[in-house]
């Protein structure tokens, strides 16, 4: 569950997940290097005294060219490996209908004949102490642990939002 103020993912349940949230990891690590280049540059360029054979200019051209090719496929491979994991599709142990609805949801086991329920907010004046608001409903979704669970999700009318983050989901 995510704590307040928590500024990384939550735990991971998932390899997806572990995956994803390494992906991130080499992002941001990209994404400081780049950053910390263009400061170095800027830095330096205000810094020192400008001449006019400072730099060869089709050695520039080169450099800037080659650079962000080569960023884009130090991140395209990594994300493309996780996209084709994420989107890998086994025999599911049971299939899951998530239905939205303006207000509720409403969750069919395909699997067997006629297993449906909605699925309903507690109101905060319901609450009991300690629940999450806004999170705690009056029938929970249950599904078996260690097997494969496909879930289709729709909407009826308006779909608001369906996740699982520690699942990547």
């Not at 994300?79 to 142990?93: F, G, K, N, Q, V």
């Not at 009826?156 to 939002?161: A, I, K, M, R, Y």
Request: glycine share 2%; charged share 15%.
């Amino acid at each position: 569950m995510a704590n307040h103020s928590q500024l990384g993912f939550q735990d991971a349940s998932s390899p997806i997940m572990e995956e994803l949230v390494q992906f991130h990891d080499h992002a941001m690590m990209v994404a400081l290097a780049i950053c910390s280049l263009v400061l170095y540059l800027l830095t330096l360029m205000l810094t020192e005294k400008l001449s006019s054979n400072t730099v060869d200019a089709q050695a520039i051209e080169l450099v800037w060219t080659i650079l962000p090719a080569m960023v884009l496929i130090a991140l395209a491979l990594p994300s493309l490996r996780i996209l084709y994991m994420m989107d890998e599709i086994s025999e599911p142990d049971l299939t899951l209908k998530a239905i939205g609805h303006q207000w509720y949801w409403t969750y069919e086991y395909t699997d067997f004949k006629d297993l449906t329920f909605d699925s309903y907010m507690i109101p905060t004046a319901d609450l009991p102490l300690g629940h999450f608001r806004l999170l705690e409903v009056d029938h929970r979704v249950i599904v078996p642990t260690h097997s494969t669970v496909r879930v289709i999700v729709t909407a009826d009318d308006v779909l608001h939002s369906w996740a699982v983050p520690s699942l990547g989901v």
